[in-house]
């Protein structure tokens, strides 16, 4: 029995067994193991990834909102400082008309027209590259500072010219007021929504003037359109031009808002 159980373990396939067998079943569950804890590993990372998605788009949407309240600011900013310097040269070659109480303040004009004309400039230039980036049409033309200046310039030189110059008739003025106008549009512009918006924005802003001075608020000398004069659609075209590419050159560089999945 001795010698038959040596012959047996002597055997190459009894010892073949017996080295590998072990070795085989110990790798086995070393494999069940390192495939378990990297299971539980990916498992909890995944919430955690997760979790960082909704995070990621709150800290955008605050960038953007931030973005939003600055661009705003400087537009309103704007629009008083235009409205203050604008409606001062008006009154004092006698265009336009106030009460004899308000006239006697410290900027010579109601109080209600620097905060108007700023929330407008606000609405009118973040309106423009909205509907550029709604349209997809991004405005490309021109789109520096200096370009930006030159425009504002403009538009100072128009309303200028339609208290300095003197025609004939208002006609002629509100010709001339018009090519200019058309001109600045052009030069700065050159895009279909500009224009839309430019004609839609005189449209609104002459029928609130001819409200405001049908109610007795304040009033225009030689009035010729509908109690009001003839060239003011013009200046109104010519100033959402000037606004809205203030506000184009402004939102350049700014995210998209991020949409919420």
């Known amino acids: ?15 073949r067994a017996r080295r590998g067998g072990r070795p085989r079943a110990g790798a086995g569950l070393a494999a069940k193991g390192a495939e378990m804890l990297g299971s539980s590993a990916l498992g909890s990372t995944l919430p955690a990834a997760r979790d ?8 955008g949407a605050g960038t953007w909102h931030h973005d939003l309240v600055q661009r705003s600011l400087v537009l309103f900013l704007v629009g008083v400082g235009l409205a203050l310097v604008l409606n ?6 006698n265009v336009t008309l106030f009460p004899e109480e308000v006239m006697a303040t410290v900027f010579s004009s109601a109080w209600w027209v620097p ?21 997809g049409e991004p405005h490309k033309f021109k789109r520096e500072w200096a370009s930006v200046m030159r425009c504002i310039a ?9 208290a300095k ?66 060239w003011l659609p013009c200046i109104f075209f010519s100033g959402g031009v000037t606004v809205g590419n203030i506000g184009r050159q402004l939102a350049m560089g700014v995210p998209e808002k991020p949409h919420s999945d």
Request: a positive charge.
């Open 88 to 93: 001062l040269l008006q009154i004092q070659r």
């Open 52 to 59: 960082s998605r909704p995070a990621h788009g709150d800290r």
């Open 165 to 230: 110059l003197d025609f004939a008739n208002n006609v002629q003025l509100s010709l001339t007021l018009a090519a200019l106008s058309l001109g600045l549009w052009w030069t700065f512009d050159r895009s279909r929504s500009g224009l839309g918006l430019g004609i839609t924005i005189a449209f609104l802003a002459t029928l609130i003037t001819q409200f405001l001075v049908y109610n007795g608020v304040y009033q225009y000398t030689s009035p010729d359109f509908l109690y009001i004069r003839s």
């Open 115 to 135: 905060p108007c004309c700023g929330t407008a400039a606000a609405v009118v230039g973040l309106l423009y590259p909205c509907i550029d980036s709604h349209l």
């Open 154 to 162: 403009v538009f100072v030189g128009i309303n200028h010219a339609s």
């Open 1 to 15: 029995m001795p010698r038959l159980h040596d012959r047996f373990w002597s055997c190459p396939c009894a010892q």
